[in-house]
Every structure is written in structure tokens, then in C-alpha cells.
Nanobody
Framework: QVQLVESGGGLVQAGGSLKLSCAASGRTIAMYARYWFRQAPGKEREFVAAISGRGGSTKYADSVKGRFTISRDNSKKAVYLQMNTLKPEDTSVYYC????????????????????WGEGTLVTVSS
């Protein structure tokens, strides 16, 4: 069983930055692809960013490309999401997720394809 715990959310003004962290436990091998999703009130959970098990491949939603950067430190079993130039429309609960398979990044990541989820961390961007 995998446990994922997000942290780093908070309130920030538009144009500001936040760095989210996702810590994992329960696996002996850290090198699984990890995904970030977000869900705003009344909306479906949407893909944000992903990073491969060794960190060599990344993928971003068009809405965050150039503003968000995903990275990982396998020695800490942690994945990070650096969010810059935040906009009010980035306000959401942010979740990290994994699949129960060591594989390449999914070409079209979807929430329904994930097997493990964290509880989420709230990011609020004020205008």
C-alpha cells in the first residue's frame, strides 16, 4: 500500500510562487512515475504535471506550461511542484497520485487511471 502526503499549499497573491511537496511511503522502490492533479470547486479533477520514475521525463498541462516545474528527489521519495506566476484560476486543491505499475508516463494522464492519491493541499491565489 502506498501513502502519499502533500504539503506546501497556502494563500498567495497573483503573480506569486508556491512549492508543493509530495512525500511517499509504503514502497521499497521510489522510482514510480508521479502525477499532480488539481480540482477546483465544482470542476472535475484535471491533470497538471507528471514526472517519470527516474526524473528524466516530464509532462505538463498546457495551462501551466512555462510556469510550473515538477522535480523529484528519489533519495527522499519526494516529488515537488514549483508554481510560479500564479493566477487566480490556479486556485484548487492539488493532489499527487501514482499508478500501481512501473512504466513510462501516460500519454494522456487521467484521474481515473491513478491507483493511489494523497489527501490534497489547498492553493488559493488572490487577485
Amino acid at each position: 500500500q502506498v501513502q502519499l502526503v502533500e504539503s506546501g499549499g497556502g494563500l498567495v497573491q497573483a503573480g506569486g510562487s508556491l512549492k508543493l511537496s509530495c512525500a511517499a511511503s509504503g514502497r521499497t522502490i521510489a522510482m514510480y512515475a508521479r502525477y499532480w492533479f488539481r480540482q477546483a470547486p465544482g470542476k472535475e479533477r484535471e491533470f497538471v504535471a507528471a514526472i517519470s520514475g527516474r526524473g528524466g521525463s516530464t509532462k505538463y498541462a498546457d495551462s501551466v506550461k512555462g510556469r510550473f516545474t515538477i522535480s523529484r528527489d528519489n533519495s527522499k521519495k519526494a516529488v515537488y511542484l514549483q508554481m510560479n506566476t500564479l493566477k487566480p484560476e490556479d486556485t484548487s486543491v492539488y493532489y499527487c497520485a501514482e499508478r500501481d505499475a512501473r512504466e513510462s508516463l501516460l500519454s494522456s494522464p487521467s484521474a481515473s487511471a491513478m491507483d493511489y492519491w494523497g489527501e490534497g493541499t489547498l492553493v488559493t491565489v488572490s487577485s
